[in-house]
């Protein structure tokens, strides 16, 4: 576990709301300063307002699937002879991810604040397509942005975006990926700030957002808790979550914070190499990030010495991103939280396990957490219990992955005699 | 060395630094000040410079993909300060370049280069406790942003935290160039001039004499950036120096 802080560069200024330890904050345009505030306030408004939550439960409840089951991977478990491997299934959910309770919780909030126009970035297009089902459901205009390369590795979702009704915007800038979407949103935002509401979808960007995207998903560790604690009378041992931006791990680890003894770990994007720009693993040791600002957080960044901010690579697009939630580098740096990585190679090879022991097929970033459960399992004893945030599901991958697992399609269907 | 205004208005211009190369920025900039521009704002490239359109964007770009460095920008303050002692220079970044080097680093660094004031674009005035206090130290000028969004409150903390001059934006949006003076324009200056009795120069969208003209009946220097980035962007590098004071010279015509 690390324990090692890093000496923040940029000191925080004391009282500013928004922090996470030295890290978050907010440092945007002025433009976009009295949005912010404004949403600030309506969020407050919001989270007091039992009406709010109430209409948020019921759709959650009834249209989106919560709460999801906690399954007991039993052949999993045993193949891997150690820990009790238990999957928190927000796969299940409606749109197939965790994306939908912070894309539902937003959009009611955008609602309840008059906006009529939404836009968001997508980076595995997951968080776009609940963005584009929410506006569909509460009959709001709605822009995605998504890097180039992101629509060319999850066409399926981008499909399912404009089926719904989404407008989706290319980027070309940059590596056209995730952190590319999301400067073309800001973009956007800054100028159309007057009626725009920015739907950001990881637990991200300037206060409040990582504050309340978090609180949004969570409903992930509250159900997990009170189910885990049904079904095996104590808590888990560990609980592993991949982390891009990190919603869906700050949405796992939080109802357990206080909970010392549950050891909570983070899955980064290794990609394929520990050089920059060849993965996405921000708190890796060596050729990992630093503190700086991105996007308007303070937060580890991966960069070069000059401050200008490193391409990178994950197999995973909804991991492949510069910087991480300030809320995590405050973990990280705390050693409350402990961030590992899991390569390419790793993440592919843990989906095909998932599929074959429990017909599960999981997203490539959750499967970056499926692959360090893996490797944990066997040096725990059989009585722990280890929780995976099993965070998407692997549908908008399949063209990925009959690539690089060299699946046959229709070409080499064998002709069956009856 | 000082940030003063001689025209009516004064003229702000803002050259993305090492496009297309350091030495180029330079004598553009030197040029651009001997056909009458008061500030010159060197900007800092960076690679994901979120408030920029295109043609800043372009720019940066190609700078950042050069190499071209914090202290590259520094050493060309340092430059332009030797060569002409009496202009206003601002170093003009985001923040994460200079929160790489840090902070008090950086505000060293640019009082030794003869830096009149620094504006730092994703920097609000709730988090600038250090900042300004590294500001102080060095008695560089911190310029913030104003936006047409900015409610009172917040122009009263931008005047005051502010020195040399404040930055009005002129419209919502990204930089660019546009066909006229917004109409959010007055309106911001005025409410801003409530608070505070530095000189407002007016930014964002400003590209030739007529709008130059039109923000000098109600603010105190006009800021041109993209037009000036487009027409290097445009020009064979050994003539950008010559085009920009060309066009610089005509802006008052």
């Not at chain 1, 949403?39 to 709460?67: N, V």
């Not at chain 1, 909804?318 to 590992?340: I, K, W």
Request: proline share 5%; aromatic share 6%.
């Amino acid at each position: 576990m690390s324990t090692a802080t890093v000496n923040p560069p940029l000191n925080p200024v004391q009282g500013v709301p928004g922090r996470f330890g030295a890290y978050g904050g907010r440092y945007v345009p002025e433009t976009l300063m009295a949005a912010l505030e404004e949403l600030e306030a309506a969020y407050a408004e919001a989270q007091a307002d039992p009406e709010f939550q109430t209409t948020l439960d019921g759709l959650l409840h009834h249209y989106c699937g919560r709460p999801t089951p906690l399954y007991f991977a039993k052949r999993l478990s045993e193949q891997l002879g150690g820990a009790k491997i238990y999957l928190k299934r927000e796969d299940l959910l409606h749109t197939g991810a965790h994306k939908i309770n912070n894309a539902l919780g937003q959009g009611l909030l955008a609602r309840r604040m008059g906006k009529q126009r939404i836009i968001a970035e997508t980076g595995a297009g997951q968080h776009g397509v609940a963005t584009a089902t929410v506006c569909a459901l509460l009959g709001l205009e709605c822009v995605i942005y998504m890097g180039e390369e992101d629509m060319r590795r999850q066409e399926l979702n981008v499909y399912r975006m404009r089926l719904l009704g989404a407008e989706v915007r290319g980027v070309s800038g940059g590596s056209a990926t995730l952190k590319d979407a999301i400067n073309e949103a800001m973009r956007d935002w800054v100028t159309n700030v007057r009626n725009t509401y920015y739907v950001l979808g990881s637990a991200l960007g300037s206060h409040p957002y990582p504050t309340m995207v978090r609180d949004f998903q969570r409903v992930i560790s509250r159900e997990a808790r009170i189910q885990i604690l049904e079904q095996e009378g104590k808590l888990p041992a560990a609980i592993v979550a991949c982390v891009g931006g990190g919603s869906n791990a700050i949405g796992a680890f939080y109802e357990f914070l206080s909970d010392s003894n549950v050891q909570l770990i983070g899955v980064e994007g290794g990609g394929r190499g520990t050089a920059l720009g060849e993965h996405a693993a921000r708190f890796q040791k060596i050729g990992g990030g630093l503190p700086g600002v991105l996007q308007g957080t303070y937060s580890y960044v991966l960069q070069n010495d000059a401050g200008q901010v490193s391409s990178t690579h994950s197999v995973s697009a909804g991991l492949d991103y510069a910087s991480v939630g300030p809320e995590h580098a405050m973990l990280h740096d705390s050693g409350r939280a402990t961030y590992t990585s899991c390569s390419d190679t790793d993440a592919l090879k843990a989906t095909v396990a998932l599929s074959r022991t429990e017909g599960i097929i999981p997203a490539l970033e959750s499967a970056h957490a499926i692959s360090e459960a893996m490797r944990l399992a066997p040096t725990m004893a059989k009585t722990d219990v280890l929780m995976v945030n099993l965070s998407g599901r692997g549908d908008k991958d399949i063209g990925i992955l009959a690539r690089e697992l060299d699946l046959k399609g229709a070409e080499a269907s064998p002709i069956v005699s009856i | 060395m000082a940030l003063e205004f001689h025209g009516k208005p004064g003229i702000v211009i803002y050259l993305t630094a090492g496009d297309p190369d350091l030495a180029i920025t330079r004598d553009i900039a030197l040029a651009a000040i001997d056909n009458g521009t008061d500030v010159i704002e060197l900007g800092v490239p960076f690679s994901d410079p979120l408030a920029d359109g295109p043609v800043i964007q372009r720019a940066s770009e190609r700078a950042v993909a050069r190499g071209t460095r914090l202290t590259d920008v520094l050493a060309i303050a340092t430059e332009l300060r030797a060569a002409r002692p009496n202009a206003g220079i601002i170093l003009f970044s985001y923040l994460n370049p200079v929160v790489r080097m840090g902070m008090e680093k950086f505000c060293t660094a640019a009082a030794e280069a003869g830096a009149d004031g620094v504006l730092l674009t994703d920097m609000i005035v709730e988090e600038a406790g250090e900042y300004l206090e590294s500001m102080r130290t060095h008695q560089l000028a911190p310029v913030f942003l104003a936006a047409p969004t900015s409610p009172d409150a917040r122009l009263k903390a931008i005047g005051e935290a502010s020195r040399g001059f404040v930055y009005a934006i002129s419209r919502l949006g990204i930089t660019g160039t546009r066909q006229q003076v917004a109409s959010d324009a007055p309106p911001l200056v005025a409410r801003l001039r409530q608070f505070t009795t530095l000189p407002i120069a007016l930014g964002f969208g400003i590209s030739n004499a007529e709008h130059v003209k039109a923000v000098g009946e109600f603010a105190d220097a006009a800021v041109i950036g993209s037009a000036i980035v487009s027409l290097i962007e445009k020009t064979p590098p050994e003539e950008a120096a010559a085009a920009v004071g060309k066009f610089i010279a005509g802006l008052r015509a």
